[in-house]
């Protein structure tokens, strides 16, 4: 089983629906984040915690909100999806800034 | 805050020989680290090598190394005798007090 999981992996809705992707971990590990992905433009942060009663906002969190139900689970949430929110988005953990980030999967995200 | 640039959005070599890859940093923290991570087609994101920025010593990993000039907060990565299977994005991400902040990506192609 894979440490970080991300549910779904793909996702087609449309404009102005509300859509949650999923992500939980069995790292054990405090800090998770959320990440977007678009062609050219790398990754970016969109929100992360430190742990559970911590949130904090990324780069690029306009139009998006999150959950930290536990430790293992942070939920990304879209309000109202608009098309410029089709990216590829990426939940991660870590256990201490000084190691390495582990990806899910990933969720391709089109918003039609 | 911290940003980071990838200056060669494309590069190739030819299988066997050895490429270098280019990225420069600005960050006001002290401590820090920095990281390379690989994401080959199958959009899976992993890590290829890590560095402290403490460390004078130039980390390496089997064909992977990295030369890290701190004072010119330039960190390349250097892929030696290249593979069919090191085709793939490479981003480079310093990590301090906050989340890793990711390149925009250099996209790596092996010529046979």
């Known amino acids: ?112 | 805050a911290q940003t980071v640039t990838q200056s060669q959005p494309e590069m190739s070599v030819q299988e066997a020989e050895t490429v270098t890859l280019s990225c420069t940093y600005d960050t006001s923290e002290s401590d820090y680290y920095l990281f390379w991570y690989k994401q080959p087609p199958s959009r899976q994101m992993i890590l290829v090598i890590r560095q402290e920025a403490y460390k004078q010593q130039n980390a390496t990993e089997n064909r992977f190394s990295v030369n890290f000039q701190k004072a010119a907060k330039s960190f390349s990565l250097k892929i030696s005798d290249s593979q069919l299977g090191d085709a793939a994005m490479y981003f480079c991400a310093p990590s301090g007090n906050t989340p890793l902040v990711f390149g925009k990506g250099t996209r790596l192609s092996v010529i046979a």
């Open chain 1, 1 to 112: 089983d894979a440490d970080v999981t991300q549910t779904p992996r793909n996702r087609i809705t449309k404009t102005g629906k509300r859509i949650m992707l999923e992500c939980s971990q069995t790292k054990g590990h405090d800090r998770m984040y959320w990440y977007r992905q678009d062609p050219g433009l790398g990754l970016r942060l969109i929100y992360y915690s430190f742990d559970v009663k911590d949130i904090n906002k990324g780069e690029i969190s306009d139009g998006y909100s999150v959950s930290r139900q536990a430790q293992a689970k942070f939920s990304l949430s879209l309000e109202s999806a608009i098309p410029n929110q089709t990216a590829l988005y990426f939940c991660a953990t870590s256990d201490h800034r000084k190691e390495k980030l582990f990806f899910g999967s990933g969720t391709q995200l089109s918003v039609l």
